[in-house]
């Protein structure tokens, strides 16, 4: 997949940054905002990018219970 434009990436990222400052942990509005970002880096898989990403920043035990969650929804 090849990476969006400039202009697109830095509109992923800014909706990213306005996301993580206006949700909570655990809504999935971040999630969906880095899958976003990571899509328009030309990621192959945004989905995996953006679960790394919350496992590695919430470890594995906190970010399963999160996703148990956003599937209940």
Known sequence: MA???LAK???AR???QKAAATSKPGE???FKAVEE???AGGAKNPAAVAAAVGRKKYGKKRFQAMAAAGRKK
């Open 14 to 16: 800014k909706a990213y």
């Open 9 to 11: 990436r830095r509109a």
């Open 3 to 5: 990476k969006a434009s």
């Open 37 to 39: 970002s990571a899509r």
């Open 28 to 30: 999935g509005a971040r």
